[in-house]
């Protein structure tokens, strides 16, 4: 008998959106260390825009809103997700009065070799999205007639009034009817533990596929005490058995939830990783095969592993295929320059998935 997801409406077409921040990204060429760099790449790049291009590459009818500066940075970061088959209608372009600084977020990214890792520097306070009123959006006319929205914990890190809308985004989703994913994001330079915690918690009872569950795997209880097996304040790699535990104490304390899956890296240098996922769904745990390969580019990893899961719950895979299709989306993504994932055939995916590799952690 044919699977189909029950999560999502018996109907063809999977309209999904998502909202976050684009910004410019440079990158100095060839490994270069920032310090020393006298020509830098130019691309765009950001979660949530990651994950809109990767879900519109493979065929699904995907929608990105943001605040970008209308200028030419602003315009060329929305023509280049323009050109990857994303709808930006409801992208907002500010003027000075809108937004006074009325810039681009921009992060530099000195990609790491070997046993060097890479290293990110923010350029983003006060970037146009973090300066937008969102009082004056219409949620029913941004969120009508989608089917999924898809909302990330690096985006309510930006503002107070982004961290507001994203809590209106999610309440006015589920009073919509849509399929919500969250991703947790921890981004240590936006703002500290607690606070990605606090604010993700919050979000938890209008989630139905949560992603990332870093920020909020070790959370306080009643009596203050902490749950997870933390060092330096950043949870181990579990086991199977470790990760079966956190997923059915979640579940447990918020039964909206319907998927839990988080990716797991290993990191044997620079430009050597290995990455297995665990999945949670319809009560069972699973784990996925374990893939070790070269990095190319590994930014943007974790939005093509959701990507994958959403577009393999999508398109009705059984849970195992759920799962090895997310992971093998984001082995791919690892070899393309660039935050996003570009493969435009999923059979590509699935011939990696199907793949045998040797076992290496």
Not at 122 to 127: A, G, L, P
Not at 212 to 231: A, F, L, N, Q
Not at 232 to 249: C, K, M, R, T
Request: hydrophobic content about 40%.
């Amino acid at each position: 008998m044919e699977h189909r997801n029950p999560l999502l409406p018996e109907k063809p077409g999977q309209k999904f959106i998502t909202f976050g921040e684009i910004m410019l990204r440079l990158t100095p060429p060839n490994y270069e260390k920032i310090r020393v760099a006298t020509n830098f790449e130019a691309s765009y790049g950001g979660s949530e825009a990651n994950i809109a291009l990767a879900l519109a590459n493979l065929g699904v009818d995907s929608t990105f809103f943001s605040v970008v500066p209308n200028n030419s940075l602003g315009k060329s970061a929305v023509r280049m997700l323009r050109s990857n088959d994303v709808h930006c209608t409801p992208v907002i372009l500010t003027t000075p009065e809108e937004t006074p600084t009325h810039r681009l977020g921009t992060y530099y990214l000195e990609a790491g070799y070997g046993i060097r890792a890479s290293k990110v520097i923010y350029d983003r306070k006060h970037s146009a999205i973090t300066e937008y009123d969102f009082s004056k959006v219409d949620l029913d006319a941004l969120l009508g007639g989608f089917d999924w929205l898809h909302l990330s914990g690096i985006t309510p890190a930006l503002s107070p009034s982004c961290a507001d809308f994203i809590l209106a985004c999610l309440r006015k989703a589920k009073e919509l009817g849509l399929t919500v994913s969250f991703d947790g994001n921890f981004r240590s330079k936006l703002w500290t533990w607690d606070e990605a915690r606090d604010f993700c918690t919050l979000c938890l009872p209008y989630v139905d596929v949560l992603f990332g569950i870093e920020p909020y795997h070790v959370w306080r209880d009643e009596d203050d005490h902490t749950k997870g097996d933390v060092k330096d304040g950043v949870p181990l790699q579990p086991s199977y058995e470790q990760q079966d535990e956190i997923f059915h104490a979640f579940v447990d304390r918020w039964p909206n939830l319907r998927c839990i899956a988080r990716h797991v890296r290993y990191a044997h240098s620079g430009s050597e990783n290995s990455l297995m996922a665990y999945m949670w769904y319809q009560g069972h745990t699973f784990e996925s095969k374990l893939f070790t390969f070269n990095i190319l580019d590994r930014v943007g990893g974790g939005d093509a592993f959701a990507s994958g899961l959403i577009y393999a719950m999508m398109n009705g895979y059984k849970p195992m295929e759920m799962i090895n299709f997310a992971v093998a989306s984001s082995v791919l993504k690892h070899t393309i320059h660039g935050d996003a994932n570009i493969i435009d055939d999923a059979k590509s995916i699935r011939a990696l998935m199907n793949m045998d590799y040797d076992i290496k952690r």
